[in-house]
């Protein structure tokens, strides 16, 4: 039988005080249309939070890269370093709204601050 991925609660940022942590203390690192702050932290499980610029119009647009992204990190968070707080901003549209090209991205800018697992 298949195990379960689940995304719970205690794996979201969630508060503004905890964006403003890991905005002020972590690591920046951009990509072509979004980027990643990442703050090492010493609790054992990583969380990470979601932000869309309001530069991409229409709330439909803005849902649908919110869901895609929630699902990259719910599908690979076996690959991604424990201990480890991540705020994505996207803020540029993609050419296309796929999931392939928001996994991509993730990983590569993961890999570049050198908390993805080999």
């Given at each position: 039988?298949?195990?379960?991925?689940?995304?719970?609660?205690?794996?979201?940022?969630?508060?503004?005080?905890?964006?403003?942590?890991?905005?002020?203390n972590?690591?920046?690192f951009?990509?072509?249309f979004?980027?990643?702050?990442?703050?090492?932290?010493a609790?054992?499980?990583?969380?990470?939070?979601?932000?869309?610029?309001?530069?991409?119009?229409?709330?439909?647009?803005?849902?649908?890269?919110?869901?895609?992204?929630?699902?990259?990190?719910?599908?690979?968070?076996?690959?991604?370093?424990?201990?480890?707080?991540?705020?994505?901003?996207?803020?540029?549209k993609t050419?296309?709204?796929?999931?392939?090209?928001m996994?991509?991205?993730?990983k590569?800018?993961?890999?570049?601050?050198?908390?993805?697992?080999?």
């Amino acid at each position: 039988m298949e195990k379960r991925l689940k995304r719970c609660q205690s794996q979201k940022i969630t508060q503004t005080k905890e964006y403003d942590r890991v905005f002020k203390n972590g690591k920046k690192f951009s990509g072509t249309f979004l980027k990643i702050h990442i703050l090492k932290t010493a609790a054992n499980k990583g969380k990470n939070g979601i932000i869309i610029s309001r530069r991409i119009k229409g709330s439909v647009r803005r849902n649908r890269y919110k869901r895609l992204l929630r699902e990259v990190f719910r599908l690979n968070q076996h690959e991604f370093a424990a201990g480890v707080e991540v705020v994505v901003v996207l803020f540029k549209k993609t050419e296309k709204d796929s999931y392939a090209v928001m996994e991509d991205e993730i990983k590569r800018l993961m890999s570049k601050a050198g908390y993805l697992k080999k």
